[in-house]
């Protein structure tokens, strides 16, 4: 929503470009996991006995009740508030079939959603009027006067914008990123032309946001402050240090900046999905800034 909202991109369209590049990540870190743990090591947990089938239950509910919320946008079934209620529902629904539904539980639910939606707001606030206070007084275009400077191809403009992007990362959150810095950056975005390579400036616009996309992913694998890396943390067993975990980020961050590389060479991977969604229809046209 963010993304698509900073490039004035239709959210449908916007989901739909990230699927194969998703699909390609999550392929990617199989193939991974599966060359580097071809020796199992056992690792005593104690952990109480489960119904397997059961779970499994749960997994693919709950994979379903995800799935939900983008599919009822890009369907067209709902807008972004009503796809959240269709989320709510359905995570109601697991946790009734659970028995997991109480009023302490839903208590405790609507708090903490009430807490992030603020903070988000907050973020959000704050991010509109940095914005506006700094095109007022002409921080973009003191910007792009002083990276135009350096005469980079857009190629090279390109990789900076990820590269920045990326090392953002390592210190900021994704929303701060994209909310903060990505407009400030914008001006040098949207003057980076490569319908020739995509095929139309407004599938060019798709993909440069499908790979920012793609660059702000690496920051919940980079350290200090990626949330996988501390939710790993608390799912490890005794003895796994952060630092150790860490270390075993280091090469999935090598795979998500592979696969963007991959994308920028071929940006069909992320465009091709948008161009079938439209079909014969004519591509929208880029909203000036």
């Known amino acids: 929503f963010f993304i698509s909202n900073v490039f004035y991109l239709r959210i449908g369209l916007m989901y739909v470009a990230l699927i194969v590049p998703v699909l390609l990540m999550v392929m990617a870190f199989a193939v991974y996991f599966a060359v580097t743990l071809r020796k199992t090591v056992e690792i005593p947990l104690d952990t109480p006995k489960t119904n397997l089938v059961s779970d499994l239950l749960f997994v ?10 983008p599919l009822s946008i890009i369907l067209g079934f709902a807008t972004l508030t009503e796809a ?4 709510v529902f359905g995570a109601l629904l697991v946790a009734l079939a659970r028995k997991r539904l109480s009023f302490s539980s839903l208590n405790s639910v609507t ?3 009430s807490t992030m939606t603020s903070m988000v707001f907050f973020i959000v606030l704050g991010a509109s009027v940095f914005s506006l206070s700094f095109h007022l007084v002409g921080g973009p275009n003191v910007i792009f006067d002083w990276i135009s400077a350096f005469d980079l191809t857009r190629w090279e403009l390109l990789a900076m914008l990820l590269g920045v992007i990326i090392i953002l990362g390592f210190v900021f959150d994704w929303i701060e ?3 903060v810095f990505v407009p400030v950056l914008m001006p040098i975005i949207s ?7 995509v095929g139309s400036a407004y599938f060019a616009q798709i993909w440069i946001a499908g790979l920012i996309a793609l660059a702000l992913q690496t920051s919940f694998l980079t350290p200090p402050f990626g949330y996988a890396l501390f939710f790993a943390k608390m799912a490890a067993p005794k003895g796994i240090n952060l630092s150790d975990i860490y270390r075993g980020a280091v090469p999935l961050v090598a795979i998500e900046i592979a696969l963007i590389a991959a ?11 948008p161009e079938m969604a439209l079909g014969d229809a004519d591509a929208p046209q880029l909203i000036q800034r």
């Open 191 to 197: 003057e980076l032309d490569f319908a020739d390579h």
């Open 177 to 179: 990123v994209l909310l």
């Open 263 to 273: 994308l920028i060479s071929f940006p069909q991977l992320i465009t091709w999905l």
């Open 60 to 69: 693919l509910a709950s994979v379903a009740v995800i799935a939900s919320i």
């Open 84 to 87: 959240a209620g269709v989320g």
């Open 111 to 113: 708090v903490q959603t």
